[in-house]
């Protein structure tokens, strides 16, 4: 068992496979001898070389479009974009090639690239980049979405990212990257198995990223008050582990989405109707969600930390439906 931090986590997964594999590389702005913008990939440059860790021009259409090439022609490219934010750029090659490359060569081509998305708010980085754009890639079929909330998560889903042979999503949140966890073990965590990381019988709260925190923080603080909350992490948002969910609301009959996404559109409200339309009858009270207030990101610390949601608003929800 080893402690590490949510960044070194990231990185130790993708050092074993690049140990373990010539194709696997990693590319992006700032990714080489400075080590990436957050110094996730601090190391790795004087590691495995300039010609498997690489800068890039400041162009997130072509940092995409250089994963889509490298993965269809047999490599298996990690593309880091600094700021979730800036996958906008790169939208084109993301949605309409990588995504539907496979489909519509009848499965003849494979595209395993691993596309790193450090998202989130809290760090006072202002609107363009603290974005919680989850929904925009969970929205899209050939798109595979996972969003560790910590470092063994991080480190066994960065495993099973890159040996995938299709496009995924790695979402990262920003403000935990110095945030340390144990480590037992160095196994891939399948995509689409989510973790119960409390056991409840009260009430099951859903959260994805930091949200995961802000739910075990309210867990904590309600049992003090006899109340006791199941606290559920998909890990995975596609797949979805739609079967642990069912069987959480089973157990509880009532539910809690944490999601640090804009409330209106989120994916939150994709995983309320699913348990609205297959599991109304295990429901005892309405799904209810918590989300960031419908703007932008605020940059002044006091308006971010009152726009963004935390424990005290997931602890209101719970005590509407208990």
Known sequence: MKTMTYGEAIREGMSIRMREDDSVLLFGEDVGAFGGCFGVSAGMFNEFGERRVRDTPISEGAI????????????????????????????????????????????KVSMPMVVRLPAGGGV???????????????????????????????????????????????????????????????????????????AGKDVTVIATGKMVLEALAAAKTLEKEGIEVEVLDPRSLYPLDIDLINKSVGKTHRVVVATEENKRGGFAGEISAIINEDMFDLLDAPVVRVGALNTPVPFAPVLEQYYLPNSKDIIKAIKEIV
């Not at 047999?74 to 309409?96: C, H, K, S, Y």
């Not at 980085?125 to 890639?137: F, P, T």
């Not at 996972?146 to 042979?165: R, T």
């Open 64 to 107: 995409i479009g250089t994963a889509v090439g490298s993965a269809a022609t047999g490599l298996r490219p990690i593309a880091e974009l600094m700021f979730i934010d800036f996958l906008t750029v790169g939208m084109d090659q993301l949605v309409n090639q990588a995504a539907k490359m496979r489909y519509m060569f009848g499965g």
């Open 124 to 198: 006072s980085a202002a609107a363009q980049h603290s974005q919680s754009l989850e929904a925009w890639v969970t929205h899209v079929p050939g798109l595979k979405v996972v969003y560790p909330s910590c470092a063994q998560d991080a480190l066994g889903l960065m495993l099973s990212a890159i040996d995938d042979n299709n496009p995924v999503m790695f979402i990262e949140h920003k403000a935990m990257y110095a945030m340390k966890g144990e480590v037992t073990n160095y196994e891939p965590i399948p995509l689409g198995k989510g973790d119960i990381k409390r």
